[in-house]
């Protein structure tokens, strides 16, 4: 029989075939991104997308929320099959042929396929971002680097479609077609590698696949992407009783409206990321506050260079790739920092610099400009949302947070924004609205600097603490390994001879009587100096067999599990104490000669402890009658320490065959401290 192998298996050198699985996964994430910039480029589109103008009010009339639901629904199917991402983002890229083809064709394009082909973006995204939670456990750089391709793609896809009401790029079609085709040739390796799926993508190893943990962050994320149904049947009159104004007034005052919504979608988006856990509410400020910060940038740089395809195309493109770079470095949260900072100064410079009106930049099409804007905020945009990926993705927070929270969050930030983009109450008759107020974006861009700055500084006393009771852990389990080495031959050799002395010493006659007693008092001193010292545990908890191991002498014996019996040190303490009262009651009531046993047991849902004694036993009514004359050692030294812990203690005694005092303390008190 074979016990206690628990050497560690050797890790097998690293080589290049064992490096070869990592291409496939970001490869697939630069797929899932180039769906992403597709999606967020309609040919269509006679406007600026969601990151170049602020959202306005939407109103559904009779079943048009049904358009709404398809992306939810979406929303909720990616969320529960992260481990199936290659399928997901299969599918993305499958729902972006249709369009595309029509586009190419100048086909019609039915209301119904529309409908269903908006499930792609959302598919996307959260296909993109379950990618990189599935390489943060192998490589940091790489999630980070997909999770900020999430950001980039879509500043990319904005920039191809360009400001639609000045001049709408010819080649988006071509575009999208070479996008599309790219992307799904650039995932088929990770879907063939993947096909039965990739549960690294689900978060922690120790989490099944329906825990309460996954759960608690899809529920959330799905319920943030309702938001906007419930919104959308607030209409003006109904939202004018609500507060209390006329329908005209608030009417004559739009802006007013939508601030009005997007503060109502801010409570909202921010209660539910609370409740998905702190760690998540902060990843979701954190990449609201970036989206928010870049659109009014991003439209100025846009406008500037309208008829600068190449150029701006370019400009795009080198801001990704900076950001891109910056999240995949090891010092991604500094570096993701100074780019905001540099972003935010170029906003203050080219507002000083135009005395208050950097529209003048977009009036004069100045390139060189609105090309340095263009790159900044673009990689500081793709360099901020990369950076929270090491902190969101060890905990599964990843598709949840940079997903459909965070979009609904900035989208809620957009609106609400908006109210600070008037003049004297009324906004600038000019689709460049935002920019006339472009300072409000660089102190946005400050924000978002000092949050990703506060979340990696988080994240590294996080971190530094868990390496610290890992390291207190190891240091515990060296030492009993270190004791039970020790007490296997002392066992063997020392206390073998020792318990023959004891046994045998009385029939040597003369002295031999008191030589069996030394020899028994030396044995328990021994057997209590290899278990001391391991009680307490790196976790802040301890091991229950230790203290009352110590308890053992000639007259009393103690049984305990061969394996730890692990409870919170308090507990160990409290319990400790207990049967210490209740060997104290043995010595001093049970009789002359008496003997004690002590038993332990480790059982699934708790811990009991049995102290029995051979003494004279409790009359009955003696404990009540002790207890009513002031004297409560049972009942607080014994009852009372354990009932603290939300455990019971049971009392059974008859008079001539000893007493048993049976203690019972769960794992999870119910109720103590």
Same mark, same amino acid.
């Given at each position: 029989?074979?016990?206690?192998?628990?050497?560690?298996?050797?890790?097998?050198?690293?080589?290049?075939?064992?490096?070869?699985?990592?291409?496939?996964?970001?490869?697939?994430?630069?797929?899932?991104?180039?769906?992403?910039?597709?999606?967020?480029?309609?040919?269509?589109?006679?406007?600026?997308?969601?990151?170049?103008?602020?959202?306005?009010?939407?109103?559904?009339?009779?079943?048009?929320?049904?358009?709404?639901?398809?992306?939810?629904?979406?929303? %909720?199917?990616?969320?529960?099959?992260?481990?199936? #991402?290659?399928?997901? @983002? /299969? +599918?993305? &890229? *499958?729902? !972006?042929? =249709? $369009?595309?083809?029509?586009?190419?064709?100048?086909?019609?394009?039915?209301?119904?396929?529309?409908?269903?082909?908006?499930?792609?973006?959302?598919?996307?995204?959260?296909?993109?971002?379950?990618?990189?939670?599935?390489?943060?456990?192998?490589?940091?750089?790489?999630?980070?680097?997909?999770?900020?391709?999430?950001?980039?793609?879509?500043?990319?896809?904005?920039?191809?479609?360009?400001?639609?009401? %000045?001049?709408?790029?010819?080649?988006?079609?071509? #575009?999208?077609?070479? @996008? /599309? +085709?790219? &992307? *799904?040739? !650039?995932? =088929? $390796?990770?879907?063939?590698?993947?096909?039965?799926?990739?549960?690294?993508?689900?978060?922690?190893?120790?989490?099944?696949?329906?825990?309460?943990?996954?759960?608690?962050?899809?529920?959330?994320?799905?319920?943030?992407?309702?938001?906007?149904?419930?919104?959308?049947?607030?209409?003006?009159?109904?939202?004018?009783?609500?507060?209390?104004?006329?329908?005209?007034?608030?009417?004559?005052?739009?802006?007013?409206?939508?601030?009005?919504?997007?503060?109502?979608?801010?409570?909202?988006?921010?209660?539910?990321?609370?409740? !998905?856990?702190?760690?998540?509410?902060?990843?979701?400020?954190?990449?609201?506050?970036?989206?928010?910060?870049?659109?009014?940038?991003?439209?100025?740089?846009?406008?500037?260079?309208?008829?600068?395809?190449?150029?701006?195309?370019?400009?795009?493109?080198?801001?990704?790739?900076?950001?891109?770079?910056?999240?995949?470095?090891?010092?991604?949260?500094?570096?993701?920092?100074?780019?905001?900072?540099?972003?935010?100064?170029?906003?203050?410079?080219?507002?000083?610099?135009?005395?208050?009106?950097?529209?003048?930049?977009?009036?004069?099409?100045?390139?060189?400009?609105?090309?340095?804007?263009?790159?900044?905020?673009?990689?500081?945009?793709?360099?901020?949302?990369?950076?929270?990926?090491?902190?969101?993705?060890?905990?599964?927070?990843?598709?949840?947070?940079?997903?459909?929270?965070?979009?609904?969050?900035?989208?809620?930030?957009?609106?609400?924004?908006?109210?600070?983009?008037?003049?004297?109450?009324?906004?600038?008759?000019?689709?460049?609205?935002?920019?006339?107020?472009?300072?409000?974006?660089?102190?946005?861009?400050?924000?978002?600097?000092?949050?990703?700055?506060?979340?990696?500084?988080?994240?590294?006393?996080?971190?530094?603490?868990?390496?610290?009771?890992?390291?207190?852990?190891?240091?515990?389990?060296?030492?009993?390994?270190?004791?039970?080495?020790?007490?296997?031959?002392?066992?063997?050799?020392?206390?073998?001879?020792?318990?023959?002395?004891?046994?045998?010493?009385?029939?040597?006659?003369?002295?031999?009587?008191?030589?069996?007693?030394?020899?028994?008092?030396?044995?328990?001193?021994?057997?209590?100096?290899?278990?001391?010292?391991?009680?307490?545990?790196?976790?802040?908890?301890?091991?229950?067999?230790?203290?009352?191991?110590?308890?053992?002498?000639?007259?009393?014996?103690?049984?305990?599990?061969?394996?730890?019996?692990?409870?919170?040190?308090?507990?160990?303490?409290?319990?400790?104490?207990?049967?210490?009262?209740?060997?104290?009651?043995?010595?001093?009531?049970?009789?002359?000669?008496?003997?004690?046993?002590?038993?332990?047991?480790?059982?699934?849902?708790?811990?009991?402890?049995?102290?029995?004694?051979?003494?004279?036993?409790?009359?009955?009514?003696?404990?009540?009658?002790?207890?009513?004359?002031?004297?409560?050692?049972?009942?607080?030294?014994?009852?009372?320490?354990?009932?603290?812990?939300?455990?019971?203690?049971?009392?059974?005694?008859?008079?001539?065959?000893?007493?048993?005092?049976?203690?019972?303390?769960?794992?999870?008190?119910?109720?103590?401290?």
């Amino acid at each position: 029989m074979i016990c206690g192998m628990d050497e560690p298996t050797a890790r097998p050198p690293v080589t290049r075939e064992s490096k070869s699985w990592r291409w496939p996964v970001p490869l697939a994430g630069l797929g899932g991104s180039l769906f992403l910039a597709v999606a967020t480029s309609p040919w269509y589109s006679g406007v600026g997308q969601a990151f170049l103008t602020t959202p306005g009010r939407a109103e559904f009339s009779g079943l048009g929320w049904v358009i709404m639901a398809v992306p939810i629904a979406a929303t %909720l199917v990616g969320l529960c099959a992260l481990r199936w #991402w290659p399928y997901l @983002l /299969t +599918a993305a &890229g *499958l729902l !972006a042929v =249709a $369009p595309t083809v029509a586009e190419l064709t100048h086909a019609e394009f039915p209301l119904a396929a529309d409908i269903v082909c908006r499930a792609g973006y959302p598919l996307a995204v959260v296909g993109v971002l379950a990618c990189a939670q599935s390489l943060v456990s192998s490589a940091v750089g790489w999630a980070a680097a997909v999770a900020g391709l999430t950001m980039g793609a879509r500043l990319f896809g904005t920039v191809l479609i360009g400001p639609g009401w %000045l001049l709408q790029t010819q080649t988006v079609a071509t #575009w999208h077609a070479v @996008l /599309t +085709a790219v &992307g *799904l040739a !650039a995932l =088929a $390796p990770a879907v063939w590698r993947h096909r039965r799926g990739d549960r690294t993508a689900n978060g922690p190893s120790d989490q099944s696949l329906w825990s309460w943990q996954r759960l608690w962050l899809i529920v959330p994320a799905t319920l943030a992407m309702c938001v906007a149904v419930p919104l959308s049947f607030l209409t003006t009159d109904r939202l004018a009783a609500l507060l209390g104004v006329t329908e005209s007034a608030l009417y004559r005052h739009r802006y007013a409206e939508i601030g009005v919504i997007g503060v109502i979608t801010l409570v909202t988006v921010a209660i539910l990321a609370a409740i !998905a856990g702190l760690w998540s509410l902060a990843g979701t400020v954190t990449a609201a506050v970036i989206q928010v910060a870049v659109a009014a940038p991003m439209l100025l740089a846009v406008a500037a260079l309208a008829f600068k395809d190449p150029v701006r195309l370019l400009g795009a493109l080198a801001g990704v790739a900076l950001g891109v770079v910056a999240a995949g470095n090891r010092w991604r949260v500094p570096l993701a920092g100074t780019a905001t900072v540099l972003g935010a100064a170029a906003l203050f410079i080219a507002y000083g610099a135009t005395t208050g009106h950097p529209e003048k930049l977009a009036d004069q099409r100045s390139v060189i400009p609105g090309l340095l804007i263009l790159v900044l905020v673009t990689a500081a945009a793709t360099a901020v949302v990369g950076a929270t990926a090491p902190v969101l993705a060890p905990r599964g927070a990843l598709p949840a947070v940079l997903g459909p929270l965070a979009a609904t969050l900035a989208a809620g930030g957009l609106q609400t924004v908006s109210v600070t983009y008037l003049h004297d109450g009324e906004p600038v008759s000019s689709t460049l609205n935002s920019v006339y107020h472009l300072t409000t974006s660089a102190v946005l861009l400050l924000v978002a600097g000092a949050a990703i700055g506060g979340l990696g500084f988080a994240q590294q006393l996080a971190v530094r603490r868990a390496e610290r009771k890992q390291t207190e852990q190891i240091r515990w389990e060296a030492a009993a390994a270190e004791r039970d080495r020790l007490a296997r031959p002392i066992h063997d050799g020392v206390l073998q001879v020792l318990a023959l002395v004891q046994r045998h010493g009385p029939e040597l006659g003369g002295q031999g009587s008191q030589l069996a007693a030394l020899a028994g008092e030396q044995e328990v001193a021994l057997r209590t100096l290899l278990s001391r010292g391991v009680t307490a545990r790196g976790d802040g908890n301890g091991d229950l067999r230790t203290p009352l191991r110590d308890l053992a002498s000639p007259a009393i014996e103690v049984a305990t599990p061969a394996q730890p019996v692990v409870l919170p040190a308090i507990a160990v303490t409290e319990l400790t104490a207990a049967v210490q009262a209740a060997l104290d009651n043995v010595r001093q009531h049970a009789g002359a000669g008496a003997h004690a046993w002590v038993l332990l047991e480790d059982e699934r849902d708790g811990v009991r402890v049995t102290v029995r004694d051979d003494g004279v036993g409790v009359p009955a009514g003696r404990l009540d009658e002790a207890a009513a004359s002031g004297r409560l050692g049972v009942a607080q030294s014994m009852c009372g320490r354990v009932a603290d812990r939300g455990g019971t203690t049971t009392i059974h005694s008859t008079p001539g065959q000893g007493t048993e005092v049976e203690f019972w303390l769960p794992r999870r008190p119910s109720g103590g401290r």
